[in-house]
């Protein structure tokens, strides 16, 4: 055989075998956060979730936060659902727990909150005649509440030993790993959003931007959790009097802003109250400050390329934040599906 052949021969079969890796590597899938109280997708939810063919979405059951009054953790926003999930969705309950639960909680109490919590979640999937295999515990915890949180999250397990655990992770929990301590959960969920310092309208968008992501971004490496990546998609507005925050709005359209004529445009995104009045619920004091903040399609792609090159493995699930027809408005599919092959 002659020596031009044999390269031929051997270049291809190369070629072969990366080719016959890359279809073995899973695909990393995409899906979404369900944050109302209601389930009841719209029109547009539900043509987004069946043509990107979504597998899985994340619903958040309830809130749990501490009633001062009576000394206890209470549920709170429980979902009401008006509509069912298709059969061909999975659903992974979340359940968010406020970090002021843990600080005020005792010791001995931690285990019937695990025996509550779990028993208003089957309570809320036995209409649904569904048992979800995984479980998301959304709570950001501190130096001084690590401790009672993963002793939750212990105790939980022993009730249900059927069901995968996950928890959130927020950056600043990568970065400082030894001080903060890892989980005793099967997988992460990081939130690579909601980074930024939003306290003062002179800041740059706090969903996302570049320069507060490296702060942590390297450290994501060599976190031993296998993590999963959860992208922002949403927006809301920041009022500010006197430099301080008074209020966030969520879901709130920046066509709304522009087309109230009690608000002037002082630069890209922020505005101020011409006089006194009501917007949305609130009292807007003549002076007062309203910053919108977004994250584009082009920003979320950006952010997915930049965490993607910085895990230690492949995530399994790609989740965006969240499901509403507001935030899937500057969407298309192409683009969730080109910011999801990011990590492909």
């Not at 501490?66 to 659902?81: C, D």
């Not at 505005?271 to 009045?277: G, H, L, P, T």
Request: hydrophobic share 40%; net charge positive.
């Amino acid at each position: 055989m002659l020596p031009q052949a044999k390269r031929t021969i051997a270049i291809c079969l190369f070629l072969g075998i990366i080719i016959a890796c890359q279809q073995n590597k899973p695909k990393v899938l995409l899906s979404f956060y369900h944050w109302k109280t209601t389930y009841q997708p719209s029109e547009t939810e539900q043509n987004m979730l069946s043509k990107l063919a979504v597998q899985t979405i994340y619903v958040r059951y309830f809130d749990v936060d501490w009633n001062e009054e009576r000394q206890q953790a209470e549920p709170l926003a429980k979902i009401n659902f008006l509509d069912t999930l298709s059969n061909s969705i999975s659903m992974i309950p979340v359940v968010f727990i406020t970090n002021e639960v843990f600080i005020k909680i005792k010791e001995e109490d931690i285990s019937q909150l695990a025996k509550n919590i779990h028993s208003l979640v089957q309570k809320i999937n036995s209409p649904q005649n569904r048992q979800p295999k995984e479980i998301q515990f959304d709570c950001d915890w501190t130096l001084t509440t690590k401790e009672k949180f993963f002793s939750f999250l212990q105790a939980y397990t022993l009730l249900d030993k059927e069901i995968a655990l996950s928890a959130t992770i927020r950056l600043h929990q990568v970065k400082f790993v030894k001080k903060t301590g890892i989980p005793p959960v099967d997988r992460g969920m990081l939130m690579f959003y909601n980074m930024g310092d939003f306290s003062s309208p002179a800041h740059d968008n706090s969903i996302y931007n570049k320069n507060d992501a490296s702060k942590y971004i390297q450290y994501c490496k060599n976190y031993p959790l296998p993590l999963d990546v959860a992208l922002p998609i949403f927006s809301w507005a920041i009022q500010y009097r006197n430099n301080r925050v008074l209020a966030i709005f969520n879901e709130i359209d920046i066509q709304k802003v522009i087309n109230t004529p009690q608000f002037k445009l002082v630069k890209e995104d922020l505005f101020q109250a011409n006089n006194s009045f009501l917007w949305e619920g609130k009292y807007f004091q003549k002076g007062d400050l309203l910053r919108y903040e977004a994250i584009s399609p082009q920003q979320c792609m950006l952010a997915a390329k930049n965490i993607s090159r910085n895990l230690k493995k492949q995530p399994r699930n790609i989740v965006f934040f969240d499901l509403d027809s507001l935030n899937l408005v500057n969407y298309s599919n192409e683009a969730f599906l080109s910011i999801s092959r990011q990590f492909n």
